[in-house]
């Protein structure tokens, strides 16, 4: 049987995988250190690789600093232990890659590995549009990937990339590799209010681990959080997913909408949750729609421009711990009562004030 080049696509992806995630740390591999820019050519239907290491004394650097910018954070007791500590398996891999050369029916093949974590996926960045089943190719070469941290990370641990090429011709890569962390970079505005910032692009989710874990806030309490844009932001549709603090993040438009509280994003939005049913709290991902569409924009005034460009919107997340529950639910019963004695007495006075005597 004869298979197009989307099928061969498809085919060979299915067999690439299982093989690549026998790959251990291959000394023929390329070697590259976070914080700096790795550039190679990667020949027409070839495959290499690169791990990707700390310098010695960079992750003691990265902590100390994390530590000053974050004192006021990391008194607080806000984990199961009951205080946290700078160390290694608060930071993540942050995985940046840029590919020209490559077309729809022949892409490249990225697998990012760390342990027990691994991230897959095609350059160009292709998705299916929206919910229908249409597939849609982002205009641009670059795509950020956050890889879920479940093995901790110490000055010896190596990210693999892998490459595979379906392209007929040799395409240029560019990787970028930093560590990163999505639970700081919190201010504590008031003691049950945080706002964080960040930057969301069209190839790059944002993700945040909220502090409001249940050792800080009430099952009964509910939580509202506000995502907002600046006004010298890019304009795309944009989606707020809620979901709980497990890996793998869900920062694609289809998986976060299945595994999460989800809400559409302008310049603006904001959800309201109940604690409880996020008991060991939970994580914030706003992610770029594919396109403008699934806004469902009626008027022209608000529609956005062609995306040919990778865009970029600054974020600011507040988190606000709304009335308790029952501190509410103990005020209606005490305006209740509070009526009820004003009934009886006006009753008493009425029946005291009317009666005739005879």
Known sequence: MILTGGDVSVLVFVIFLPVSLSFGRDKNSRQAMVE????????????????????????????????????????????????????????????????????????????????????????????????????????????SVDLCPLAHITEDSVLSITFLSLSELAVDVSLWVELSSSWLNWKENSPKEMETKGILSLSSPLVRTSLFSPYVVNNSESILISIESSPDSDCFCSLVSIQQPSCPYFDSVSSAVRFGIWQTMMNQTAIQI????????????????????????????????????????????????????????????????????????????????????I
């Open 274 to 357: 109940q604690s409880r049913d996020f008991p060991e709290g939970y994580l914030i991902v706003v992610v770029a729609t594919e396109s403008d569409d699934f806004c469902q924009l009626t008027k022209e005034i608000n529609k956005c421009g062609n995306r040919t460009r990778n865009l970029e919107k600054r974020i600011k997340i507040t988190e606000i711990v709304n009335t308790n529950s029952k501190t509410t639910l103990t005020a209606v019963f005490v305006i209740i009562g509070i009526y009820l004695v004003l009934g009886i007495f006006s009753l008493s006075l009425s029946s005291i004030l009317l009666r005739y005597n």
């Open 36 to 143: 700096k820019w790795t550039n190679f050519t990667l020949a027409a239907g070839d495959q290499d690789s690169v791990n990707v290491g700390i310098p010695r004394g960079q992750l003691g650097n990265l902590s100390a600093k994390t530590e000053y910018q974050n004192a006021w954070l990391l008194d607080q007791d806000i984990s199961q232990e009951g205080s946290l500590s700078i160390s290694s398996h608060l930071y993540s891999w942050r995985v940046a890659i840029s590919i020209a050369g490559a077309s729809t029916n022949y892409p490249i093949l990225v697998l990012v590995k760390h342990g027990r974590t691994e991230k897959s996926f095609k350059m160009p960045y292709t998705r299916t549009k929206d919910r229908s089943k249409v597939a849609i190719t982002v205009p641009f070469s670059s795509r």
